[in-house]
């Protein structure tokens, strides 16, 4: 099983990315949450934006709230995170990861699987 993202990249401020997570081995149309956190140099990794494949519960950090949208393609066992309005203090890298059941919780802690991440850097 495995999370692989795609999508980082440079873009200046204001601009957009869309990142996407492809899950092999997990089946979205069970019950799992799938999140995206962000840990920037010297930072802890924080919780983004979380999804529930059940009921399509999302959680988004305040940092990023009408900034930024996650979905999810149940069929192809995707997650996207749609980043749009970029600051330079989003730039960070991006993982996607996977738990069991459909609670969203956005410490990392609590995680079981990860992807190895993207970059995401925002120039001013």
Known sequence: AQLVESGGGLVQAGGS???SCVASGFRFDGDYAIGWFRQA???????VSLISS????TWYADSVKGRFTISIDSANDIVD?????LK????????????GGSVLYSDSRLWNYWGQGTQVT???
């Open 17 to 19: 990315l869309r990142l």
């Open 41 to 47: 140099p010297g930072k802890e990794r924080e919780g």
């Open 54 to 57: 059940r009921f399509h519960s």
């Open 81 to 85: 995170l749609q980043m749009n309005s």
């Open 88 to 99: 330079p203090e989003d730039t960070a890298t991006y993982y996607c990861a996977i738990r």
């Open 122 to 124: 925002v120039s001013s």
